[in-house]
C-alpha cells in the first residue's frame, strides 16, 4: 500500500505510475531538446512552425485549429444542404401545383397526340412511350437553347449590348426546361399506362379538402393509316 511505502522512505508512487511518470518527462527532456536544436540551427531564434510541433501548447493549438476547420466545414455544406433542400421542398399551394400538373399533361398528350409519334408496326409500351417523349422533349429545348445563343452571336457581332433573351424564347426555354424532367412541381414523376394502342398519362398531385389531383390525359397513339389505293382507279 501507498502508506506502507510511505513508512520505508520510498515513493507513495506504484512501479508502473513511475515508469509512466518516467516516460513523460523523456518526451518532455526530447521535445525541449528539440526546441534547443532548433534555436542553435535558426541562430537563436524558434520558428513558430518548429514551435509548434515540438511545444504541448502548440501540439493542443493544431488539434483545436483542425477541429476549428472541420466543424466550419461541416457548417459550410449542412448550410448549403438546406439551402438546397428549402429550394426544392418549398411550400405550394397544392390547387397551383395541380392546375400546373394539368398543363404540363396537356403538353405532352399534345406532342404524344402527333402523327408520326409511333411508327406503323413499332411496339408500344409504356417505357418505350416515355423514351419517346423524353427524346421529343430534349430536342425541342435544345433547338431553343440553339437559337437562344445564336441570337446572342449575332447581336455581339453587332456590337450590340447584351441583353436577355427574345421573352418568347425565354418563355418556351423555361416550359421545356420544366416539362423535360417529366415530373410535377414537387418532384413526383408522371405515370405512364399503355393498354392497347391508348396511352395515359397521370400525375400523382396533392389531394386536400380544397385540392384535387389533376385528371389524368389519354392519347390513342396509333393513328389509323389511308387505305392504299385500288389499282385502275
Not at 515513493?11 to 518526451?27: C, F, H, N, W, Y
Not at 501548447?57 to 483545436?64: A, F, I, M, T, V
Not at 404540363?104 to 397526340?113: F, K, N, Q, V
Not at 391508348?198 to 390513342?220: D, Q
Amino acid at each position: 500500500m501507498a502508506a506502507d511505502r510511505q513508512a520505508f522512505g520510498l515513493t507513495a508512487q506504484k512501479p508502473s505510475e513511475m515508469i509512466a511518470g518516467l516516460d513523460e518527462v523523456a518526451r518532455r527532456a526530447a521535445a525541449l531538446e528539440a526546441r534547443e536544436e532548433a534555436k542553435r540551427k535558426g541562430g537563436g531564434k524558434l520558428s513558430a512552425n518548429v514551435a509548434l510541433q515540438v511545444d504541448d501548447l502548440g501540439n493542443r493549438w493544431k488539434r483545436r485549429v483542425n477541429i476549428g476547420i472541420a466543424v466550419t466545414i461541416a457548417l459550410v455544406l449542412g448550410s448549403l444542404a438546406l439551402m438546397v433542400y428549402l429550394t426544392v421542398h418549398q411550400k405550394l399551394d397544392p390547387r397551383e401545383g395541380n392546375a400546373d400538373a394539368h398543363r404540363m399533361l396537356t403538353g405532352l398528350a399534345g406532342l404524344a397526340s402527333r402523327p408520326d409519334f409511333f411508327k406503323e408496326g413499332e411496339k408500344i409500351t409504356a417505357q418505350s412511350a416515355k423514351e419517346r417523349l423524353k427524346e421529343e422533349l430534349e430536342a425541342a429545348y435544345s433547338k431553343i437553347l440553339d437559337q437562344i445563343e445564336r441570337d446572342r452571336i449575332s447581336r455581339k457581332e453587332k456590337g450590340e449590348k447584351y441583353r436577355e433573351p427574345d421573352a418568347g424564347l425565354a418563355k418556351d426555354r423555361d416550359w421545356y426546361e420544366k416539362l423535360r424532367h417529366l415530373r410535377d412541381a414537387w418532384g413526383q414523376p408522371f405515370i405512364f399506362d399503355v393498354e392497347g394502342d391508348t396511352l395515359k398519362i397521370s400525375a400523382v398531385g396533392k389531394k386536400t379538402p380544397k385540392a384535387t389531383p389533376p385528371e389524368p390525359v389519354t392519347i390513342n397513339l396509333r393513328k389509323a393509316q389511308p387505305a392504299p389505293e385500288k389499282s385502275g382507279q
